[in-house]
């Protein structure tokens, strides 16, 4: 038996457009609100302006809607709307993103891990797409796994903390797999007592 994962997905990520202009997200799990602002238009805009403006308005709209399904925990209706957005937009990385989420909500984690798995090869300088399939390995009890795809997210972000926390997490669970190993090898090791208590106090459920 392996302890409970307390490894943490993302709901969003920070990524650039195809206009490479950053799109900031930011979420709890499965209770996300997306930051985003309205976009006004001005009469005073060129058209073109104007037309990029718009598409901007209803691409927010089309995220704005599938986190909402989410929050909602409608995961079916939101992959459906996923894939009508992706039908027209395939590359998309954060619908594509939130189709993983999704999936993963919906308890079809082999879906989840095959979308997450196309977006790290699309855009493997992402680091939440690994996160989230380390939240998913680690939910299944591989944790090395789990350590390997937490290892690329860090290198790809070194700066994201959420990543290195459930770096450590990880280590604390495969510590505390090594010392019920060494355990059943040697039950007379009273060393061995406090390092599993240790390790079952810092694994349990906030």
Known sequence: MHQPSSVKPQLAFTCATRANVPQRWRSALFSAVLATGMVVLSAALPTSAQAQAAVAAQVNLAYQNIQQLIAERRYDAAIAAADRYLADNRRDPQVRFLKGVAQTGSGNTDAAIATFTELVQVYPELPEPYNNLAAIYAGR??????????????????????????????????????????????????????????????????
């Open 141 to 206: 009890g591989d944790f090395d796994k789990a350590r390997e795809l937490l290892q690329q997210a860090v290198q790809a972000n070194p700066a994201y903390a959420v990543a290195h926390e459930n770096l450590g997490d990880i280590y604390i669970q495969l510590a505390a797999r090594e010392y019920q190993q060494a355990q059943s090898l040697d039950a007379r090791n009273a060393r061995l007592a406090p390092k599993l208590r240790l390790t079952s106090q810092l694994l349990a459920p906030q």
